[in-house]
């Protein structure tokens, strides 16, 4: 009886899930068991394998057979596979061909139940010949590739992945030992990551510290922190005991095609990437290029992130780096002009009319997207790629691409707010425009920066952006100059100073008018009428409100000043006029993919209701106001906190007030 299995791993940590999946399997198989594992190298494929046929090896009564087939060295032909099978079958006389070798094997192999752990194997046409006949054997392979072919033969699929940070501690641990990793316990937790839950690259730092008893784990942690010096301090000596070694194995035998694939997208500017983006990184066709990316992702190179959207693993990506490309700096100017165009798109789409400088905008076509919402969820999903593409392109010295970029990235934020990337974005996108020369540029984005700066309450930073604005506005650039008035006049509103607001206001719109921008017109006198509110002068905040209406186009911009008007109406007590607009308001701007929008007309709603002492209506209303924030911070999300909390505390006192201090739509949305 054969018994050919190597030893099981002494080491072995984690996989709960794969040997729960592995043992489900098996118990209801109801022909051959064959199971494809597959994943990056160093991984831990084997052990896991090895892991499972250990423990079920009583269920195997006829033995274990095993091969490394060699899939990175000299691959194993399934004639010699099958000499070596029948020889440990107790097979004296081997037949000549692979068809005599396989008919045998599947005769001697008919009525028994064997384990056969085919390792490291290169292909399915490797693995056909050497499945066993009978029903009751169990048959795994392990491989770099997913094998998918194997499907038609029944197989089922396990894709190893990294370690989680606590099981890579202990298998750590498990090797150094608990007392050495417990007084270095934050500098264990680093090492782990920085290991990229990789068992081999744990295995050698493991290794290393084991053979160097006085070498502290805050050391190891330092030389592995540079990422241009992590592969190489994941090598022990002696070639195949490292981590690059292994890595190399899987690069050599790619096509040059799927190489430069892989050298030039590990470049990619985020974490994720999708098949246009590649293509645009390398110069190529679409279509083939996703050819290329599904092969290495059948290879284990690169992880499928999700439909049509990749990744590389921390180490992958760091091994690729280190494959010399001249063509990596195109690449990479490529990629970040890729992201800027679809930004622009994207951009016009999300708000249409509204006045932009980048060159690009000049031939963007905004029906690319079916809808404002659509476009502004791409720019939502992709906002991690734009981010880092505008820091890659500043590391580079590209500014004229970090302030298009930051322009082109507006409707986002204005829509969906993400303060930290809206402030760190702008900042850079304002030098990058000065080292340009590029004085409406600048203009634009601190007019946009100090719109967050606003929102986040901080006035004085707000008002300092804005006075800049003004100086470099001057007599020729009348749209910054009248989109920084209207700017002014929010601080003052807030501060409560509403003469000076409106002042400042209404010498917007005659520079709106001296300009003749018909949108810029309509939203500084949309803000002539929120301050008259404000002040009390109902009837004549009525007046101005209808009239901007009419000026305006835009759904969300049509939507945001009839909200206005619904609340002049209801501080008239004309609450069922309120009401009606209010619902017109929140099924327009639910359309547009605007969640604070949305927000901002469910907590008009809310008012409305409490002022008719519908308080549980109120209440809902509120409440889901809040929702719209979900975990994002927005300090009008406190404000419905309050709300409901004063709800809470007065259900059955007498009617509340209103609070003046800031209304929902006080925070700029509409930037001209």
Known sequence: MPQQLPPAPRLFVSRAGELTELDRWHERADHQLLVVVSGPGGVGKT???????????????????????????????????????????????????????????????????????????????????????????????????????????????????PMDLRDSVELLERVVGEPRLAVEADAARELARLCGGMPIALGVIGARLSRRPRRTLAK?????????????????????????????????ELPSRQARLYRLTSWHPGISFGVEAAAAMLAEDVGEVEDDLDD???????????????RFHDLLRLHARGQDDAEREEAVHRGVEFYLDKAVVADSAAIPGRPRVGP??????????????????????????????????????????????????????QRRHHYSDWLWTHELGVRAAQSCGERTAEARLRNQLAVALRNLGRLDEAATQIRTVLGLAGDHDLGSRATALVQLGYTYKLKGEFEIALRYFREAVDVETLHERTRGIGLARRRVGEVLVEMGRLDEAITELRECVTLLDNVVDKARARMFLSRALLHSDRHDEAARLAD????????????????????????????????????????????????????????????????DRHHDERTPDVPRQQQPGDRERDLG
Not at 69 to 85: K, Y
Not at 125 to 130: E, G
Not at 235 to 243: I, Y
Not at 299 to 310: M, Q, T, W
């Open 220 to 252: 190891e942690v330092d030389e592995l922190s540079a990422e241009n010096r992590r592969l190489a301090g994941l090598d022990l000596g002696g070639g195949a005991t490292s981590v690059s070694a292994v890595l190399d194995l899987s690069y050599v």
């Open 47 to 161: 052990s896991l394998a090895l892991r499972w046929l250990h423990d079920t090896r009583g269920q195997f009564p006829d033995g274990q057979l095993y091969v490394d087939l060699g899939a990175h060295a000299q691959a194993a032909q399934p004639d010699d596979v099958l000499e070596w099978f029948l020889g440990a079958l107790g097979v004296e006389v081997v037949p000549p061909t692979l068809a005599q070798r396989q008919a045998l094997f599947r005769s001697l192999t008919a009525d028994k139940s064997f384990a056969v752990l085919l390792d490291n194997a290169a292909s399915a046409a490797q693995v056909r010949p050497l499945l066993p006949a009978s029903p009751s054997c169990a048959v795994v392979v392990t491989s770099r590739w997913r094998l998918s072919p194997l499907a038609m033969d029944g197989a089922r699929f396990i894709e190893v992945d």
């Open 360 to 413: 690009r905008f000049k031939s963007a076509d905004p029906d690319v997207f079916a809808s404002r919402a659509e476009a502004l969820d791409w720019l939502d999903h992709e906002r991690d790629n734009l981010v880092q593409s505008l820091r890659v392109a500043d590391d580079h010295g590209w500014p004229d691409l970090v302030w298009q970029l930051a322009e082109a990235m507006f409707a986002l934020f």
């Open 584 to 647: 017109g308001v929140l099924a327009d701007v639910r359309d547009a993919g605007s969640p604070v929008h949305v927000a901002d007309a469910l907590e008009l709603k809310g008012e409305i209701a409490e002022r008719q002492r519908e308080l549980v209506h109120a209440r809902d209303h509120y409440r889901s106001a809040l929702a719209c924030y979900g975990e994002s911070f927005d300090p009008s999300a406190d404000r419905l906190r309050d709300r409901l909390a004063a709800l």
């Open 296 to 310: 290495l992702v059948e290879k284990n190179l690169l992880i499928e992130a999700g439909d049509d959207r990749f």
